[in-house]
């Protein structure tokens, strides 16, 4: 049985004073009955984690894929360790479309994150003009292919389906779109790491809120969320989580 994942990402928001928000979210929510991460900007990570005190998941959003170096600007997954965090989002589409990453470079930042005791966070998603072309299935297949080490695992890693025309637009796939997707990637995983590939939680992000939650969270396959703009509020954020609760 695969545990619920309720996860957020802050992207580039967020400052010291927000962190109040994270405070009322455990305040309401206690005890959850599905694990809950949020990923701030790198900035917060260790303040974050001061804030959570242990009672939710804190991550980074992206790691570099070497320990240490001559890398001005980039943090490693030791750093976000070493700062409290416990897991690091990495192929996320943003960071695909404005860093050029690569599923080669994304499979070297996953390498990373498990050799540093992080569970990875790996993103996949097509582009409308790839949806539109009937591609969705084939590019979704070839990232996992190319974006997942052989040592992957149900413990190191969670999958997020992202498709990059549902992120911050307000639009969705259909349930079934989602579906298809999902059960797609359960078999392709399965095929490849056997009863680890099973045990990897799979969550859908783009446009998540707390009006479509419970509702995606029925899909099957659909073990969890990444929510971006919902995660920033407390409010929403909780609802989201109360949601995935009650699945
Ligand atoms: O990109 C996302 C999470 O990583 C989704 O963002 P939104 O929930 O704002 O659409």
């Known amino acids: 049985m695969r545990k619920k994942l309720a996860a957020g990402n802050w992207k580039m928001n967020g400052l010291k004073a927000d962190l109040h928000e994270v405070s009322a979210l455990i305040e309401a929510h206690p005890h959850p009955k599905c694990d809950v991460l949020l990923c701030p900007p790198a900035t917060l990570i260790a303040g974050m984690s001061m804030t959570a005190a242990g009672r939710i998941a804190v991550g980074g959003q992206d790691c570099h894929m070497r320990s240490s170096g001559a890398h001005t600007g980039d943090i490693s997954a030791q750093m976000i360790r070493d700062a409290g965090g416990s897991h690091v989002i990495l192929g996320h589409s943003e960071r695909r479309a404005d860093h050029h990453e690569t599923d080669v470079i994304v499979r070297?930042?996953?390498?990373?994150?498990?050799?540093?005791?992080?569970?990875?966070?790996?993103?996949?998603?097509?582009?409308?003009?790839?949806?539109?072309?009937?591609?969705?299935?084939?590019?979704?297949?070839?990232?996992?292919?190319?974006?997942?080490?052989?040592?992957?695992?149900?413990?190191?890693?969670?999958?997020?389906?992202?498709?990059?025309?549902?992120?911050?637009?307000?639009?969705?796939?259909?349930?079934?779109?989602?579906?298809?997707?999902?059960?797609?990637?359960?078999?392709?995983?399965?095929?490849?790491?056997?009863?680890?590939?099973?045990?990897?939680?799979?969550?859908?992000?783009?446009?998540?809120?707390?009006?479509?939650?419970?509702?995606?969270?029925?899909?099957?396959?659909?073990?969890?969320?990444?929510?971006?703009?919902?995660?920033?509020?407390?409010?929403?954020f909780g609802a989201i989580i109360e949601a995935l609760s009650a699945s």
């Open 108 to 236: 070297a930042k996953t390498e990373a994150a498990i050799e540093a005791e992080l569970v990875a966070v790996v993103c996949v998603g097509e582009t409308e003009a790839q949806r539109d072309a009937g591609e969705t299935l084939t590019l979704i297949g070839n990232q996992l292919k190319g974006s997942l080490p052989d040592h992957a695992t149900a413990a190191n890693t969670v999958i997020a389906y992202e498709p990059v025309w549902a992120i911050g637009t307000g639009r969705t796939p259909t349930l079934e779109q989602i579906a298809e997707v999902h059960d797609f990637m359960r078999e392709q995983l399965i095929k490849r790491f056997g009863s680890e590939g099973d045990g990897m939680r799979l969550l859908y992000g783009g446009s998540v809120k707390p009006s479509n939650a419970a509702e995606i969270f029925a899909v099957s396959n659909v073990d969890g969320a990444l929510v971006g703009g919902a995660s920033l509020k407390a409010a929403d």
